[in-house]
């Protein structure tokens, strides 16, 4: 899977999670750029990507981080 | 490099300077305080020149309200320092004496016993002593001294001897009570003494009667005290005098006087107990006793007269007036006299005595002068040639029984302006004196706004018929009094409704 | 010894000496020594054993599992560690009930014996705690779930994980730092007049915010307390609304002796409060007030409760009955009383359950919900929404909040915070109507002059003078480094000699304990 698939998958369920079409992720995005994106839909959010690409983010890295790259970074390492 | 750091140092240098500088002075600031002037007690004494006090008089109240050393001096060239302080502990007398002979040598030490009749080791008093001594072993000693001796007799539940050390911390909250006594050297003390106003009436034979008391108990904690120190003259070397001023205190407490005085006695020491001289001295028990256990001024004055004398034929002290190396003393006899005047003219109601006392003490004053009415029944020739003595010429017109407007200025006995208002108009004066705009006003029968004394912006007249008299300090500017006498009859009424605080 | 005391001062002043004298790699040696010396001093000294024992449970089982994690252990290994770990935290959290939750256990027995009568109250014998507890337990606790999740590499030496739990300035009232936010701890460090010139700078302003500020409106606040049947009407609503001022000079005032303290060591503390009365709601204020605690409790409660499978599918299934937004608003609900139900133990009293829990539980709730709708609103009406009036608004309702959440804070149960708030409300009518007491001088009869109340008022203006050049600058002294040296020396000096002149000390002075030095 290439990084511009994931994000294309990732976007989607970003939008639906946040209900809001408009919404263009990116390397450098953080949660503070995303209107709607608090702690709590954080969790949703997680869950759901979780959901879409069938593997479980370790729970320390939940809170760690830091941006939707490192995200995308940990999508791939799980390699599926 | 180098360069760099060696100016780093230098600028931290002179910042950690300043912050020192800035804390000595605060902590001088913000320090101890009380109505009883101690802080100046140990101040003047320490700004004497060397070995110049002949004798050294230790103990309360008793002796810091009653001795007046400048008049003493002006009398009899004796210079006297009471090292005495309000409820001053009884036991710090041997340190108090320790802390007098590190710049002075006198020859005589008189001790007052008032102290011994009561209980008085408390915080208030011990820190009279210990936050107004200059630093040294001596103080420490001091401090070590009178909180011991306390805890042991009186002990007290939270006591930290640190506070006494280093009393800062408790004193740091004054900053809401600041006062001119606490940037300034205190002004109102003349070698310890202060100027003591109140009158309270005793009946004379009530309280004489008292003296043949039956000896009562003293606190244990003195009786020790007086035994400690008696050991201490015992090896002293210099002639210790106990003394014993006038009051007006219960039985109880002549009684406890008079075992103290007989255990003295029986140590071999003298005591000069001045309640058997009041008639010598001339106590007047209706106007010379501010309370019980002090006179006021003008007993002092008498009872200060009195040991004048007394130290010249017991003592066989030299005359050191003239001798320049006492020249502190002689401008405390010059402080001292005019504080006096200043007060005394303060006193006085009645017309005459008032303006004479103004003849007397021109020099140095300004007088500002603003009739109102009719000045005529009320102001006699004599009056007014009293008043020429003062400079002024134009006073005759006044004598007349007419309204006549009238302002005049006085500035250290010269007549700067006087003003005779023509006819029945009003008379002005605005003028600059001292660099300070002053406007009079003086209005005749027909002005509704009567008369007007304005220094500054302020109004500083009485505003009430007859003449109204302003008298300031020329120096200062402060005002000594503001009276107005009603020459509209011959009573010539004194008034003196409004006071103002400088 | 109390870090306003002088001779906490002077023992900072010997250590910090110490510390830049000997040899760099002892350094942490002797933070670890000094932190000792000062629970000595500071505490119980026999407590510290609570500490010890913390400390060195997790050191066993992170480096336990760890070691095992590496040797590549079978998945039934690995749960006998985390069944360790979980024990390792009840042994904790039990310790930390018995010995600072006792009071929350016998206010929580009377509440419910309110209710049910049957149920009897009972007073557990007083075991003096370890200082900090509240604060070190929830460090150790985050220090072990970060080496389990892999977040951070367990600390091998024990004595250094000791460090990490006992560092002298954190005993009082935290932070609650991060393992890896303090690994400083470990590091070398050099002098630099700038780390000195800080600390001392930090240390001065919160002083000046607890010897001055918030000793001085204690004053106020204590003696309406004291008796609301004599101070009615507008006293209450005074000490209402200057308690949240004293509650934050005491609280933020000594976090910034605590962080200036650090700073001497060249050791960087995280910050606790940034601004937390410009909050624009309530939500923004916790993010704003006692940071750490609100991190902490985010981290390692909310998000592993949001994540668990029992939420996930309770989620789920509210999804496909009531929509999205309603599971939304539910799940979150479920996982705000959680956390907020935690945060109310941890405050250790039944009457925190009602006033920081609930109150908060609430209004947090009301926010989420209605924040659609008063969007909404403000479109539709033409609300300047940007405008300073708008901003201020909002937060003048978040202080009003918040003052009224912390009435249970300040009160001594719940009956008595139930009473003050019926006073509060009543303070209109007739017989409380009273605002001529703010104008006439009664409120000098509560033990404060009208010179003190200058000081005040003028504090209290200083404080909004650098809670604005904060917001702007990151720090009021960098806005500060930027301006003439003569300039910010004269700045510093004033608030030097504002503390030793204005400050409450000195004998005379009951130095108060700080008021989250409880926890």
Redesign the interface.
Known sequence: MTREEVYERLNQVVREVLDDEDIELHDETVADDVEGWDSFEHINIIVAVEEEFGFKFPMGKTIKMKNVGEMVDLILESGK | MKKKYLFKVIDLSVLALVVVLMFLYLFRVLGFSDNTHSKAVFQQLYDLPENIVDVAWLGPSSVQEYIIPSQIYEYTGITVYPLALGSVPFDSTELLIKEMEKTQDPKVYLIDIRDLAFSSLSDPSIRRVTDNMAMSENRTAMIDQLTSDWQEFLPVSKFNKLDYYFSFPKYHSRWQELEKADFVDDDEVYLGYWIGKEVRVFDKDEVLARMDAEEVEIPAENLVFLNRFLDFCDSFGKRVVFTHTPHCLDEEKFGQYNLIMRLIRERGYEVWDMNESVDEIGLDYQTDFQGPLHTNVWGSKKVTDYVSRCLVNFFHLPNHRGDPEYADYEEYVTRFNRALDEYELTQITDFETYLEKLVSMKEGCNIYIATYGIQGYGLSNQHASTLKQLGLNQVDALTQPEYRSYAAIISDGNVLHEKLGEGTSDTVIETYVDNTKVSLSSANWKGFYGCSIRLGVTERSQKENGFNIVVTDKETGEIIDTVAFDTKDEACTCIRFVTFEN | MTITSLNFFIFLILCVTVYYILPKSFQWVELLLFSLVFYYFAATPLTFGYVALSSFMAWGVTNGMERDRKKGAKASDMKAWKILMVISFIINICLWFRLKGRAFLSSTLWGINQIFPSVKTVELPEIVAALGMSYYTLQIISYT??C????AKPQKNPLKLLLFSCFFPQMITGPISRYDQLQSLYEKHSCS?KNLAHGVQRILWGLFKKIVIAEKCGVIVDAIWADFTLYRGAYIWIAFLLYPIQLYSDFSGCMDIVIGVAELFDIKLVENFKNPFFSQTSQEFWQRWHITLGTWA??YI???V??SKGL?SL?KKLKQKCG?KAA?IIT?AL?MAVLWFVLGVWHGAFKHIIGVSLWYWIILMLEDIFKPYSEKINKKFGFKTDEFGWKFFRAARTYLTYSFGIVFFRAKDVPQAFRFLKELFLSFTKSRWNPWVLFDGSILNLGI?Y??LNVIFIAILALLAVGVLREKYGYARNWLDTQPVLFR?TIY?AL??AV?????????YQSSAFIYGQF
């Not at chain 3, 389990?148 to 977040?151: A, I, S």
């Not at chain 3, 030793?500 to 005379?508: D, N």
Request: net charge positive.
């Open positions: 779930l970060d389990y999740w892999e977040n007049y985010k981290d909310l998000y592993p949001l994540k996930q989620n999205k939304k979150t996982g002059t010179k003190e020396r000096l030097l000699f030793v002149i204005l400050g409450a000390y000195g004998p005379g």
